[in-house]
């Protein structure tokens, strides 16, 4: 975490707990009910309130006064209000953020021993909107019956299917997730699945939900949340397709919470009335959330960094943006290199947090003329100084959909500016995947190669050890060895 002192800047701004007037004794003291309780209503309350994703309220004095220390150490380290995009050149909506002076003036008033003030200057609590934020959805779904998670243990993975039984398609416009245990669910995914496949695996197996998703019951994504993520529509009447008979799958991220409880998910779908008329897309760097960049992360590497560039072959619109990782992600980025060669940042995360897997959307359309180079980079950080990193000490870890594998990309969301252009961005964006695709085959057949030349079967076979020895005891446990045929069978 990085630490600023900015009390300091208090002085700066000559605020202070004892501001001297004209005459040496009238001070003004900052207290809770004026000063204090508008920044924490409107920067804090919205999570921390009850029934929300903060594990205590911060409503009045009392919440606050007893955390004072703990709170001004938070927002010092800009820790609280959670937000960690960054774009010097592009606003985001939503943006959470206390500006240097709120934290002076907070700092002052823990520092001059929390005054409580006039009762009746307190402000009232801000309206939350309760229930659906969006208004009435046009459809309501949620999970079947409810998974039990357990105290304590791991954090798990789960993948959920819920019917839909369309007998026609449909354009959604907006997903509104609630999910009912705010205090196990970190995000949740949605995808969804036109081939049964997903409902065969759920029948399958006796829990609610499924384990591990193969790519094939994937049909199409339709975006997620995240703890404080706020549903919103698409811009411009933008919508997602949702083919007839798809039944929608929410993958599902549990953090166990101290307690046992039991998740059901609750779902509200809004729709368009008529089919949009403009498509949008998305460009993932590096596509397929690393899959195919060869992430392969050594034990106390806190570096590790993957590149990719797409040049844009039409002119685009971007309105959204977003970037994934697991525990060991530390920074992303994606740049907008124009044809003139100005440089723009579209995102910066320098302090990535696996908690928050916020998808951005920008205050306006962010305009990138045909030829702009788009940069994406993921950095990991495997050492020890990662204190979110699972192992320790440090292993080795590799590309794979569980929690303590990894992946790493940034998406950039838009639509062609010019309408009719949309099938070549998306053919472009298609061969550029493929591309990686080939670029990976190609590498792994000339790892095989080289090591089976230097006749080195115990390099192999170290290697794919290394990989698949999820408990680091050297050896491939029956289930090691079962996950590594798998995977190398592909
Ligand atoms: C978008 C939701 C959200 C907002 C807004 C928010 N918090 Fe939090 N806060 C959380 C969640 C969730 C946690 C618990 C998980 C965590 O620590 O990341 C938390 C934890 C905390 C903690 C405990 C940290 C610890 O290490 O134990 C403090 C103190 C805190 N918040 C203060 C604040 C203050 C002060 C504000 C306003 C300036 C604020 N929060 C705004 C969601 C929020």
Not at 8 to 27: D, M, N, P, R, W
Not at 88 to 107: M, P
Not at 205 to 226: C, L, N, Q, T, Y
């Amino acid at each position: 975490m990085k630490f600023k002192n900015i009390r300091y800047l208090a002085l700066v701004f000559g605020i202070g707990a004892s501001v001297q007037g004209e005459g040496a004794s009238t001070k003004q003291t900052i207290t809770f009910s004026e000063h204090i309780a508008p920044i924490v209503f409107e920067n804090c309350t919205s999570c921390h309130r009850p029934n929300e994703a903060a594990p205590f309220s911060l409503m009045n004095y009392r919440d606050v006064q007893k955390r004072g220390e703990l709170i001004i150490t938070v927002i010092e380290d800009q820790y609280m209000p959670p937000w960690h995009a960054r774009s010097k050149d592009y606003e985001f909506q939503g943006h959470r953020g206390l500006s240097e002076k709120e934290i002076a003036l907070i700092g002052e008033w823990v520092d001059s021993g929390m005054a409580e003030g006039d009762l009746s200057k307190v402000p009232a609590l801000p309206k939350f909107t309760e229930g659906w934020q969006l208004g009435v959805p046009d459809l309501v779904i949620s999970m079947k019956d409810g998974y039990p998670l357990y105290a304590e243990g791991p954090d798990i993975y789960r993948n959920f299917v819920i019917p839909l039984d369309l007998d026609e398609d449909r354009w959604i416009q907006a997903i509104e997730f609630r999910p009912g245990k705010r205090s196990i669910v970190h995000h949740s995914l949605f995808y969804y699945d036109t081939t049964g496949e997903a409902r065969k695996r759920d029948a399958e197996d006796p829990v609610p939900g499924f384990k591990r998703m193969a790519s094939a019951e994937k049909s199409g994504s339709i975006g997620g949340w995240a703890v404080g993520g706020i549903p919103r529509k698409l811009p411009d009447g933008l919508a997602y397709h949702l083919p007839k008979g798809s039944d929608i799958i929410l993958s599902t991220h549990f953090h166990p919470s101290g307690k046992e409880e039991t998740e059901l998910s609750i779902v509200g779908l809004y729709f368009s009335k008529e089919p949009p008329k403009q498509r949008f897309t998305g460009i993932q760097l590096p596509p397929a959330f690393g899959a195919l960049a060869g992430v392969n992360i050594p034990a106390g590497e806190s570096n590790y960094t993957k590149k990719d560039s797409f040049v844009l072959p039409v002119d685009v619109k971007a309105f959204g943006i977003s970037s994934h990782a697991h525990y060991l992600g530390k920074r992303m980025k994606m740049t907008a290199t124009l044809p003139d060669g100005e440089l723009k940042e579209l995102l910066t995360i320098d302090d990535w947090d696996f908690s928050w897997q916020e998808q951005y959307r920008y205050e306006d359309y962010v305009f990138l003329p045909a030829g702009t180079r788009l940069d994406g980079e993921v950095v990991w950080d495997n050492s020890e100084d990662n204190i979110n990193n699972p192992n320790t000490p440090p292993k080795r870890v590799a590309w794979g959909r569980e929690s303590d594998d990894e992946m790493g990309s940034v998406t950039l969301q838009m639509v062609a500016a010019n309408p009719s252009e949309f099938g070549r961005l998306r053919k472009e964006i298609r061969n550029h995947t493929a591309e990686a695709s080939r670029k990976a085959r190609a590498a792994r057949f000339s790892r095989g190669r080289q090591a089976g030349q230097e006749g080195n079967r115990g390099e192999i076979l170290k290697r794919i050890v290394d990989r698949f020895d999820k408990d680091g005891d050297g050896i491939l446990s029956t289930a090691e060895r079962e996950t590594a045929r798998k995977a190398l069978d592909r």
